[in-house]
């Protein structure tokens, strides 16, 4: 009897056991909770950012002056270095490239040439241009090195050339007592290549240094004044300039910040 009810117990331990076995295989796999968010840097701001600069001229290209009729080369040009102050609005498409247009006003440059003139002899003479540039800007940024980041850029658009009255210096006084010539306004088409480098200052502020070439175009004097036939005018061709600029450019809202990206599983 006594072995019977072992026999019998084992048996309901052997049923017990395979019942459990059974109804845990019947259970969902035990699925394990989702990682917490990352922090990821992520950048900020509208891109669009203006400017301030000024500029110096440290060479001049020497122009060529002439008359334009009768045609008459001058020789011995040369044209004055002088400060330029620009303004102007941007826009950061990325982290490679940006693009601004500006505006910049030029103090009066002189130019002093000499050479033969429409009477007989040689006469020396000056003129003051001042003058307004208007540039569309695109640059490429080099990448950032210890919140500096070089650049190469070049601008396109169009100047203003106000010349003053051509001053005859009087090394020879020119027919009918004719010593000037009118002012005279010009629009021309200019364009810009330019390579710098911009430091950090804040996460909104940028301190930029570079080297600028600009082809200023021509200019042209008034008609003589005082002279009823021919009346050619003075020609101021080939005007360009390497200069060195400073500035400041304000980002608007730029910045970086920390924000969770979560995953879904």
């Known amino acids: 009897m006594k072995y019977s009810n072992n026999l019998f117990l084992a048996a309901v331990v052997a049923l017990s056991a395979f019942a459990g076995t059974a109804k845990a295989a019947d259970l969902p796999p035990i699925v394990p909770p989702p990682p917490p968010p990352v922090e990821t840097v992520v950048e900020y701001g509208s891109g669009w950012y203006l400017r301030g600069d000024i500029g110096y001229d440290i060479a001049k290209a020497n122009p060529s ?26 826009y950061q498409f990325n982290s490679w490239f940006r693009a601004d247009i500006t505006a910049e006003y030029r103090l009066p440059e002189n130019i002093h040439s000499w050479g ?7 006469t020396s ?9 208007f540039l569309a800007n695109g640059y490429v940024d080099l990448g950032t090195w210890r ?26 006084i020119p027919p009918s007592g004719v010593t000037s010539l009118s002012g005279n306004t010009d629009w021309t088409f200019v364009y810009a290549l330019m390579a710098g480098a911009s430091v950090d200052i804040s996460s909104n502020m940028k301190f930029d240094i570079g080297y600028r070439y600009i082809d200023l175009g021509k200019a042209r004097s008034g008609t003589i004044t005082n002279l009823a ?12 300039a390497h200069e060195i600029r400073v500035g400041l450019r304000y980002m608007f809202d730029s910045g970086y910040d920390y924000a969770p990206i979560s995953t879904k599983y």
Do not use: K
């Not at 008359?67 to 941007?90: I, K, R, Y």
């Not at 033969?116 to 040689?122: D, E, F, L, S, T």
């Not at 658009?157 to 003053?164: C, L, N, P, V």
């Open 65 to 90: 002056v002439y008359q334009s009729a009768p045609v008459v080369n001058l020789f011995g040009e040369t044209m004055d270095s002088n400060w330029s102050f620009g303004v102007g609005a941007g």
């Open 116 to 122: 033969p003139c429409a009477c007989v002899g040689n």
């Open 125 to 133: 003479h000056n003129v003051d241009i001042e003058s307004w540039v």
């Open 147 to 172: 919140s500096i980041t070089p650049y190469v850029g070049a601008g396109i658009g169009w100047a203003r050339h106000e010349a003053g009255a051509f001053v005859n210096d009087g090394t020879v």
């Open 229 to 240: 036939t021919t009346a050619p005018r003075i020609v101021y061709d080939d005007m360009a």
